[in-house]
């Protein structure tokens, strides 16, 4: 049996980014700022990087399925 290993990481980014998408456009930024302190201070939360990460997995899934 052959894994379609592209398919699976380019399934597991898409993923991510909505969900970074949904997080960053919704406005749920207290609940990101008091959930994940540590990561917050190292990341934060930005429109232009989150939709600039869903292009580009759109543009590998492209390419993948192209």
Known sequence: ???PWL???FALLFID???ANLV???GSEKWYKK???TISRLFPMAKGWTGLYLALVL???Y???A
Request: aromatic share 20%; net charge negative; proline share 0%.
């Open 59 to 61: 543009f590998i899934g």
């Open 7 to 9: 398919e699976i990481i």
């Open 35 to 37: 959930e994940f302190r």
């Open 17 to 19: 980014s909505i969900g």
């Open 1 to 3: 049996m052959n894994i």
């Open 63 to 65: 390419l993948i399925y």
């Open 24 to 26: 960053v456009w919704l």
